[in-house]
C-alpha cells in the first residue's frame, strides 16, 4: 500500500465530519491537499461551507475547485479544520510544519473546534522527533534563535525552497529546521521554544488535534489519545 494511497483514504474518511454550513479550516500539505481536492468535489455536488485556508498555497487550490473562502476577520471559531501531519505519537501530541504554514495551520487549530488531523501510517511514532522540527523566527533573530537552539544539543539548518532559495514563509519569516532526534518531553521543549525572542511559532502541536485519522494496509484507522489507566 503506498503513502499516496493511505493519504487519499484518510482524507476522504475526513469529509464524514464536515456538515453543510460549517466553517471549514483548509490545512496545507500534500495529505491535506487531498482534503481539499474531495472538498471541492463535494460543494460542486451541493454542499454548503465556507472555508479558512492555512496557506497561500491552500487559498489557490480552493479559489480553483470554487470552494468559497473567508478569513478570521469574518469569524474567529472553525467547526471542522483537516490537516496533515508530519508525526503524531499517543497523545495525538505532532510535529508539523515541513511544508512551511506552520503559523496560520496553528492559528486556524487553536480556533477550531473539531481538529481532525489525516496522516499515512508512516506519521505514527512512539516517541515524536524522527522528523525535524520546523520553528518559524523573523529574520532580524535568526542567527541569535539558531545558536540557542543548537545549545539545546539540535542540528540546526535553515530551510530552502524547491530552487535552494530561502524559504519565506507567507507571513514573510525564515524556518529553522531543527533536528532533535527524540523528544521525551515535547511540553518542556515547547515551551522553552515559546520564550525565545524571535520566535514566531515553533512546529509542536500539544492539545489541539481532536482526532488522527490513519490510513493503513487499505483501510483507516481512528486514533484517538491514549488515556491513563
Known sequence: MSNDHE?????????????????????TG????????????????GLK?????TSVQTQNLAESLGIPLITLEEVQQIDVTIDGADEFDPELR????AGGALLREKVVASA???EIIIADSSKQVSVLGKSPLPVEV??????????????LGATVRLKKDSVGDVYVTDEGNHILECNFGRIPDPIALARILGDMPGV???????????LVLMGKAGEVVEV??????
Not at 461551507?49 to 485556508?53: A, D, V, Y
Not at 505532532?94 to 510544519?97: D, M
Not at 542567527?143 to 540557542?148: G, M, R, T, W
Open 7 to 27: 493519504k487519499e483514504l484518510a482524507a476522504r474518511a475526513s469529509l464524514e465530519f464536515v456538515r453543510d454550513g460549517d466553517v471549514v479550516g483548509l490545512g
Open 30 to 45: 500534500s495529505t491535506a491537499a487531498y482534503a481539499v481536492r474531495f472538498l471541492g468535489e463535494r460543494v460542486r455536488a
Open 49 to 53: 461551507i465556507r472555508g479558512i485556508p
Open 94 to 97: 505532532l510535529i508539523k510544519g
Open 112 to 114: 477550531t473546534r473539531n
Open 138 to 151: 523573523i529574520q532580524f533573530a535568526q542567527a541569535l534563535v539558531s545558536k540557542k537552539i543548537s545549545a
Open 200 to 210: 514566531v511559532e515553533h512546529g509542536l502541536f500539544i492539545n489541539l488535534a481532536s
Open 224 to 229: 484517538r489519545r491514549r488515556t491513563n489507566p
